[in-house]
């Protein structure tokens, strides 16, 4: 997307009118956790959920939290300000502060998720049914102007933006109810109102690639409503294309142990944009990897299938094998790792399977030795040499007797989807979620977006495997 393919389209949303269509959205009772960094944005959102619950009748529990990052000398007071204010409102305030070493390469990326993953422990600790952020529809247009600057960007999901609403760590669904409104008018609302807000200098730092397009993008009111329209489109488009692959996986799709795939050639004869799209979903789950193989590496892969001789090839540390009435995709045998376990610890292995250690003594996570004739007892379904792939690729707990008294806890991670399911994707992670043999997904409380989604009931999750780098520790 080099710049909006239309003149006109829909007209961005008031703050007020966008908080109130997901007040009227939202199930009456709700403990909402607001994300506040002391901005304009955020700084809004919280105000006009305050304002506006309280004239729609609203059961709504407001809790506000300010995770400092602790990147600049000022962000402590920042943070107390934040707090001041939403004492002046009568709403609870958390300041969570980020201590310890911080990484000298991507920050920007570390911080995000230390942010997200802070948000969503202390809404599980404090049972919160929702985590609201800011983001504006500013925010949308930067952030799909710069994945469309990227080589192959041409007609890729990214381009649909961020979600309107996003399961986190599989546990807690956040929204982003401000996204189709400009963050000019949220500062009016504000400055109608006396309040005023803090400006991160970070946002105008020209070492990020955000700051340099912020400070270059002038948009009229005509190229807003272009760029929205080509956003809603691309975002419906995605949702449709991420329902279609899911048909196809329940149709065509035997997965086996939550490590190999068998999918029937037949769907070769489907749509070739779905099926790509369900082998790259696919792929990445198998592989452990939060994103699907490259576009490159895709298309080489639908060349292979199409050209119609069986063989191999490999992409994204996955070997699809391709014979004569099945493909069959499993973790290559290279680089897999051996990794302890501290007691009481929980790791990713692999990132492919969280692990826990419930009892007193370290224990040792790594793959299984060759062995065919275990490997044909634990997989008889599966061609002799992929049963054997597909068994080393399976973790085994040293020492064994560990396993065997039930210290040792054992999931299947859902790669691409584990840390951060958006909306768009639900279905097609719901698919593989139950061919994986994994928990379903909590249910969100946004009753406009579930009466859109079939398949979900919700179960208590246990807490998600989290990267300690992240506490700081």
Known sequence: MTGPAQAHGPSPLSPVEAVTR?????????????????????????????????????????????????????????????????????IRHIIDRWDGIKPTGGLSAAAREARYDRLCRIAMAERASLIVTGHTLD?????VLMRAGRPGSEGTPGLSGMAPSVLINHAVWLSRPLLASRRQAIRNCLSDAGIGWVDDPSNTDPRFERARLRADLRLGDEEVRAHLADISAASLQRAALGDAASQLLDEHLTFHRGVAAALSTTMLHTDETVWMHALGALAAVVGGRPHAPSRGSLT??????????????????????????????????????????LPGEAVRWDDRFCVTNAGTEALTIGPHAADRDAARDAFPLLPGSVALQAYRSLPQ???????????????????????????????????????AGLDEFPPSPLNVFMRKTSGLSGVALATPCRDPMLDGK
């Not at 925010?139 to 952030?143: F, M, R, S």
Request: hydrophobic content about 45%.
């Open 300 to 341: 080489r892969l639908a060349a292979f299938l199409k050209s119609g001789r069986a063989g191999r090839m490999t992409a994204g540390r996955v070997v699809f094998d391709w014979r004569r009435d099945h493909l069959f995709l499993v973790r290559e045998s290279r680089n897999l790792p051996e990794q302890a376990v």
């Open 22 to 90: 997901f007040l009227a959205d939202l199930s009456r009772s709700a403990r909402i956790l607001v994300a506040v960094s002391g901005g304009s944005d955020s700084l809004g959102l919280l105000y006009l959920l305050h304002q506006l619950s309280a004239s729609m009748g609203a059961q709504l529990d407001l809790l506000a939290v300010t995770i400092d990052h602790a990147l600049r000398p000022q962000s402590a007071a920042e943070a107390r300000d934040v707090a001041r204010f939403c004492e002046a409102l009568g």
């Open 397 to 435: 707990v040293i020492p064994d007797e560990a396993a065997a008294n039930g210290r040792t806890g054992i999931r299947p991670l859902l790669g691409p989807y584990d840390r951060f399911l958006p909306q768009f994707d639900l279905k097609l992670a719901i698919s593989l979620a139950k061919q």
């Open 139 to 143: 925010d949308q247009i930067e952030t």
